[in-house]
């Protein structure tokens, strides 16, 4: 993704929002606050055509912010608006498949694992991370404690990097870098309130920076 930290960093889940440019500019509030290594757009049902225009607009804002902008399983919208890479929600065969056609041009990534032996197969490709939990998973405040205790394993046994999904409260970040994991991804926890957006994303990289551990200690 971006530049490599020393710590576990956010990776923020676009908000399904039916006016892009308001979409544009809530993601560009949040940018704001602080580091964020890489911003994940799905297309939430979307035809390819709405998608784009979405994806056109999210895009630069996500650019130059300094991020990674990761499409959803459309790599055609994702060539076309210059993306930095592939998020692949599907099965071990789909990742595999988009990593051979679309590696080393564009980051490749995902995860549909939901044990240690579907996230071995996801990692045999080599894709440039693997995502523990589902993209609308946070549904409660904390992680769910099966994506950590993978993303823990993971970590731990494996050089390719990954991101757990974090829950709706900011704190939940702080408990997925705890085990050991790259990445922590953030989405109601950042844009249920967006006039509160920024301030989310400052003080959880304040925390990360006071409380997570060091890679390499």
Not at 39 to 46: A, N, S, T
Not at 108 to 114: D, L, S
Request: proline fraction near 5%.
């Amino acid at each position: 993704m971006t530049k490599i930290e020393d710590r576990c960093r956010l990776v923020l889940i676009v908000p399904e929002i039916a006016d892009a440019a308001e979409q544009a500019r809530i993601l560009g509030d949040a940018l704001r606050g602080g580091d964020v290594a890489s911003v994940i757009i799905p297309q939430y049902g979307l035809d390819d055509a709405s998608f784009q225009k979405h994806a056109e607009l999210l895009v630069p804002v996500i650019q130059e912010a300094g991020a990674a902008a990761l499409i959803v399983d459309n790599s055609r919208v994702a060539g076309r608006v210059k993306a930095d890479g592939l998020h692949i929600s599907g099965n071990a065969a789909a990742l595999a498949e988009a990593v051979a056609n679309h590696t080393p041009k564009m980051i490749v990534g995902g995860g549909n694992a939901m044990d240690r032996h579907h996230a071995l197969e996801m990692g045999e490709p080599q894709p440039d991370y693997i995502f523990f939990g589902k993209l609308d998973g946070d549904i409660k405040p904390e992680a769910h404690s099966k994506n950590i205790a993978l993303g823990e394993w993971w970590s731990a046994m494996i050089s390719i990097p990954c991101i757990v999904m974090g829950g709706t409260d900011p704190s939940s970040a702080l408990a997925v870098a705890e085990s050991g994991c790259e990445f922590v991804a953030l989405g109601k926890a950042v844009f249920d309130d967006p006039a509160t957006a920024a301030t989310i994303v400052s003080q959880v990289n304040a925390e990360l920076d006071e409380k997570a551990p060091r890679f390499g200690d």
